[in-house]
């Protein structure tokens, strides 16, 4: 789901300062992985793998920490109603923190508590095309394609809106807090090589620092991001 491209020039992801023999030469700013993996492994022997929780497998991408693992959504039908109804923090399980590019690392944990409010995605696993696993809420509804800039990443992707309804009035809405989005595309702004693709995901609103409609002749790809 998540690639990264070359860099346009030979310039290094991260130094650290000359001199510093401290080992942390491969720790990124911004990207709290490698400092919580310094922190963990390099002092605690790590876990044998736990079994698989059960729950529906998720992502979850903040501006400096990127998460995976299982949610319990309990009698809710839909990841949408359970995360749009949540008070509270988020019981993630089976848990396995990621670097900002999505490469696992040796970090892990039987459950973690979030704060969604911190949260800008929360992506399912599924295939793009699979609209069948995003939930019957995306039939017979009006399909727009938008571009939003959140405070870590540039985003585009599909929002399904009622027949009646209007966007622009959409997206001056406070509500939903979580926005149910299909084949989205998100690209890191720390780091312009790095994009994810979710087939499913919730956008936190109240990330949102710009949207807009994607107009006839713009195409979706590496000129839009």
């Known amino acids: 789901m998540t690639q990264q491209l ?6 290094p992801v991260a130094d650290a300062p000359e001199g510093d023999d401290s080992g942390d030469r491969d720790i990124v700013d911004g990207d709290a992985a490698t ?10 022997a790590p876990a044998s793998p736990a079994a698989a929780a059960e729950g529906l497998p998720i992502e979850l991408v903040g501006q400096h920490l990127r ?4 949610v ?10 359970f995360v749009n109804n949540n008070e509270g923090l988020i019981q993630l399980r089976d848990v396995t923190v990621l670097r900002r590019n999505g490469d696992p690392t040796r970090v892990t944990s039987p459950s973690i508590w979030v704060n969604p409010e911190e949260v800008t995605l929360i992506g399912q696993v599924a295939d793009v095309e699979d609209r069948g696993r995003a939930g019957l809420e995306f039939m017979q509804k009006r399909l727009f394609q938008l571009i939003v ?8 992707g599909e929002v399904h809106l009622n027949q009646e309804a209007v966007l622009s009035a959409f997206i001056e809405s406070r509500d939903p807090q979580w926005i149910p989005m299909t084949d989205l595309r998100a690209r890191s702004l720390a780091d312009r090589r790095v994009i994810s693709r979710y087939g499913f995901a919730l956008l936190n609103r109240r990330h949102i620092v710009a949207a807009t409609e994607l107009q006839p002749g713009m195409v979706r790809g590496r000129g839009v991001l």
Do not use: M, W
Not at 72 to 81: A, E, P, S, V
């Open 6 to 11: 070359p860099d346009d020039d030979d310039r």
């Open 72 to 81: 319990n959504i309990g009698f809710h039908r839909r990841l949408t109603d």
């Open 149 to 156: 800039v959140t405070t870590g990443h540039t985003l585009t």
């Open 35 to 44: 400092y919580l993996e310094a922190l963990v492994v390099k002092t605690v």
């Open 67 to 70: 998460l995976s693992g299982t």
